[in-house]
């Protein structure tokens, strides 16, 4: 069994002998399962596509975040500890780091003692672009199991599209993804990223997975976010906050 100790740093391995049949086990009994349900037939390979298949009609969604996980972080470099190919049965154990230059933010309001919340939102459709194709990520789930001053974990479920910027009429490819991902504070303004990602194919069979770390610092201070992708944040968290019976907390 292959553990990520304390889900910070996935670096025990077991020999691996002819035939040994390795599962990897996130530490606290989360693991990732075993197979997904199969790809709609309208986000499959091959399929025309149509961006309507992919707009999604979020929910108002909000978690109460440490301070320490609150503002913008920058990613430089990651590095893959551990890779396992489910096709071929190879599994990678040297570890790879990689370039890997991204930003992301976790905050988006304070409420009334100061606590900081982020808007999850789900389900929702995200995108990212490269000079091959274009990458629709469309998330149906994202689940804090974890949540303290001392270590925030997630996992989320998604459907990945992509589609060719040479043949935008049709999808080229398609797959499944759950990530389980960690935050751990290292010192103000540093924290350390462990991640789990499992890909599964368009019948829902595993076909990689990933452990991957860094050490990444904050870019930007927290700062309280009026809107995202067009949405009112602050008229969503009062909405949140009423509805959740937290109106104690409304911001002034």
């Not at 490269?130 to 303290?148: A, C, G, M, N, P």
């Not at 001053?149 to 759950?178: P, T």
Request: charged share 25%; glycine share 6%.
């Amino acid at each position: 069994m292959i553990k990520c100790l304390s889900l910070i740093v996935c670096l025990l391995f077991l020999p691996i002998s002819a035939g040994q049949a390795l599962a990897y086990t996130l530490e606290g009994g989360v693991e990732h399962v075993e197979r997904m349900p199969a790809v709609a037939p309208e986000l499959r390979a091959g399929a025309e596509f149509n961006s309507e298949t992919l707009k999604t009609s979020s929910g108002n969604n909000w978690i109460r975040i440490p301070a320490f996980l609150a503002g913008t972080w920058l990613v430089k470099n990651e590095t893959a500890v551990y890779r396992k190919d489910f096709k071929t049965g190879k599994i990678y154990q040297s570890p790879l780091t990689y370039k890997a230059r991204h930003e992301f933010s976790y905050g988006h309001q304070q409420d009334r003692q100061g606590g900081i919340w982020h808007y999850v939102g789900v389900p929702y459709t995200s995108e990212t672009r490269s000079s091959e194709y274009i990458e629709y990520h469309k998330v149906s789930r994202k689940d804090f199991q974890v949540l303290t001053d001392s270590e925030v974990r997630f996992r989320s479920l998604m459907n990945v599209v992509r589609v060719s910027h040479y043949n935008d009429d049709r999808i080229s490819g398609s797959f499944q993804q759950e990530s389980i991902t960690s935050y751990r504070p290292l010192e103000d303004g540093t924290i350390e990223l462990t991640s789990s990602t499992k890909s599964f194919d368009q019948a829902g069979l595993p076909s990689f997975e990933t452990c991957n770390n860094a050490v990444i610092k904050r870019s930007k201070p927290f700062k309280p976010a009026a809107e995202k992708d067009g949405k009112d944040l602050k008229a969503l968290f009062s909405e949140f906050l009423t509805a959740t019976g937290k109106s104690n907390l409304l911001p002034d």
